[in-house]
């Protein structure tokens, strides 16, 4: 691995010439101190990791662990075996939850568009387990968790085992709020089709319950940008919720759990919302195209190309950031000719104070074609030359 001192200072050069911010010192933010027993915050946007605690810690989740009943139904919409009109029968075993529900009965049957979002707006345990036995491969409930546990694992979700469609206290059912941040931003990317249901604020099915037709997160009524997902509670799990949040271009995302009290749980969400937002920017490093640094080329009919960017660069800094920034470029090299423009070649690997490290990809600026005859004479030369000065071990 090979790192270019001269193309790092080129870059440093560049960025005090244009205002590019590719090396700088930068201040750092406050660390947020929370109160949860387990958290993670994503800056979905640059992936950028702003808290963890806990993160892969396998708890109870209660309720927030619907969102993977919700996402495995919107795959069945997405693939055919689901339709929103549907009608689904409603089981003696989906009737006898308790808790947060829609009272459904056995003489309903109820569509899929209502029991979605029964389960997103009313946290409806029996609208999940109607959800679960209709996609289950067994026509059971255990069935369909056993699937569940399988997708996540597909998903990245590495510490989440289900043991049924709500979160209802079981032993076994577990995950983590690293995984239910994955599931979150999923769910977001994957079905902006039906995302917005997670921000509607009120759902009157059927004029039955009238003392349960207001979501539950707190965030959805502040003007924060507030728009998902899910609260959960029990006893063991205590207070939680997964959120997320978009002001501007920016999306957070966020997960806390075992809140001691509901007032708690949303008072901690709020402040973990603004903090976010307001002690950190997202900053263009380099615009698509700009030069940053050379790599060496070997055999090429010239003896460097250019570093740029394929696209814009962005990362997330704290909001008080000075204007520059550590960082550096490395390459495997020399690169051996032929070089495509566009070729991918180096990275840009920048070090935010108190946030993950940053690696950000670099492009050739241009084509550099094999050399011809004189080149590769005077490239043999080189190798016979650092053979006899340096051993074998000397040539390239």
Same mark, same amino acid.
């Given at each position: 691995?090979?790192?270019?001192?001269?193309?790092?200072?080129? *870059?440093?050069?560049?960025?005090?010439?244009?205002?590019? *911010?590719?090396?700088?010192?930068?201040?750092?933010?406050?660390?947020?101190?929370?109160?949860?027993?387990?958290?993670? %915050? @994503?800056?979905?946007?640059?992936?950028?990791?702003?808290?963890?605690?806990?993160?892969?810690?396998?708890?109870?989740?209660?309720?927030?662990?619907?969102?993977?009943?919700?996402?495995?139904?919107?795959?069945?919409?997405?693939?055919?075996?689901?339709?929103?009109?549907?009608?689904?029968?409603?089981?003696?075993?989906?009737?006898?939850?308790?808790?947060?529900?829609?009272?459904?009965?056995?003489?309903?049957?109820?569509?899929?568009?209502?029991?979605?979002?029964?389960?997103?707006?009313?946290?409806?345990?029996?609208?999940?387990? %109607?959800?679960?036995?209709?996609?289950?491969?067994?026509?059971?409930?255990?069935?369909?968790?056993?699937?569940?546990?399988?997708?996540?694992?597909?998903?990245?979700?590495?510490?989440?085992?289900?043991?049924?469609?709500?979160?209802?206290?079981?032993?076994?059912?577990?995950?983590?709020?690293?995984?239910?941040?994955?599931?979150?931003?999923? @769910?977001?990317?994957?079905?902006?089709?039906?995302?917005?249901?997670?921000?509607?604020?009120?759902?009157?099915?059927?004029?039955?319950?009238?003392?349960?037709?207001?979501?539950?997160?707190?965030?959805?009524?502040?003007?924060?940008?507030?728009?998902?997902?899910? +609260?959960?509670?029990?006893?063991?799990?205590?207070?939680?919720?997964?959120?997320?949040?978009?002001?501007?271009?920016?999306?957070?995302?966020?997960?806390?759990?075992?809140?001691?009290?509901?007032?708690?749980?949303?008072?901690? *969400?709020?402040?973990?919302?603004?903090?976010?937002?307001?002690?950190?920017?997202?900053?263009?490093?380099?615009? #698509?195209?700009?030069?940053?640094?050379?790599?060496?080329?070997?055999?090429?009919? +010239?003896?460097?190309?250019? @570093?740029?960017?394929?696209?814009?660069?962005?990362?997330?800094?704290?909001?008080?950031?000075?204007?520059?920034?550590?960082?550096?470029?490395?390459?495997?090299?020399?690169?051996?000719?032929?070089?495509?423009?566009? #070729?991918?070649?180096?990275? @840009?690997?920048? #070090?935010?104070?108190?946030?993950?490290?940053?690696?950000?990809?670099?492009?050739?600026?241009?084509?550099?074609?094999?050399?011809?005859?004189?080149? #590769?004479?005077?490239?043999?030369?080189?190798?016979?030359?650092?053979?006899?000065?340096?051993?074998?071990?000397?040539?390239?």
């Amino acid at each position: 691995m090979a790192r270019t001192g001269r193309g790092l200072l080129a *870059a440093l050069r560049l960025g005090l010439a244009t205002g590019l *911010a590719v090396s700088f010192s930068a201040l750092s933010a406050a660390a947020f101190d929370t109160k949860a027993r387990a958290a993670y %915050v @994503l800056d979905a946007g640059t992936d950028t990791v702003l808290l963890e605690k806990n993160a892969d810690v396998p708890l109870p989740p209660a309720s927030m662990s619907k969102l993977m009943t919700l996402y495995v139904a919107f795959e069945a919409l997405r693939d055919g075996r689901l339709s929103l009109d549907e009608t689904l029968p409603v089981s003696e075993h989906a009737m006898s939850y308790g808790g947060s529900t829609m009272f459904l009965d056995t003489t309903d049957r109820v569509r899929v568009e209502d029991l979605l979002r029964g389960i997103i707006v009313l946290s409806g345990n029996d609208a999940c387990a %109607v959800i679960a036995e209709a996609l289950s491969p067994d026509g059971t409930e255990a069935g369909f968790a056993r699937y569940m546990t399988k997708r996540g694992q597909d998903l990245g979700m590495t510490a989440s085992t289900f043991a049924n469609s709500n979160g209802w206290p079981a032993a076994g059912h577990r995950m983590s709020v690293h995984d239910l941040a994955i599931l979150a931003e999923r @769910l977001i990317e994957d079905f902006p089709e039906y995302y917005p249901l997670f921000a509607e604020t009120s759902f009157e099915f059927d004029g039955r319950a009238p003392s349960n037709t207001r979501n539950r997160n707190p965030l959805l009524r502040l003007g924060i940008g507030a728009d998902g997902l899910k +609260t959960g509670h029990t006893e063991e799990a205590g207070y939680g919720l997964v959120g997320s949040a978009k002001q501007g271009d920016r999306r957070v995302i966020f997960v806390i759990t075992g809140m001691e009290s509901e007032r708690a749980r949303a008072e901690e *969400a709020e402040a973990l919302v603004n903090w976010s937002f307001r002690q950190f920017t997202k900053k263009t490093v380099a615009k #698509q195209g700009d030069p940053i640094a050379e790599a060496e080329v070997w055999r090429g009919a +010239t003896g460097s190309v250019g @570093l740029v960017p394929a696209n814009d660069l962005e990362i997330l800094l704290p909001s008080l950031t000075a204007d520059t920034i550590e960082g550096e470029v490395v390459y495997s090299g020399p690169i051996e000719a032929p070089v495509k423009q566009g #070729q991918r070649l180096a990275e @840009l690997v920048l #070090q935010p104070e108190e946030l993950p490290e940053v690696r950000l990809p670099l492009v050739a600026a241009n084509d550099v074609p094999r050399g011809g005859f004189v080149v #590769q004479v005077r490239t043999a030369a080189q190798v016979l030359i650092k053979r006899f000065l340096n051993g074998p071990e000397g040539a390239l």
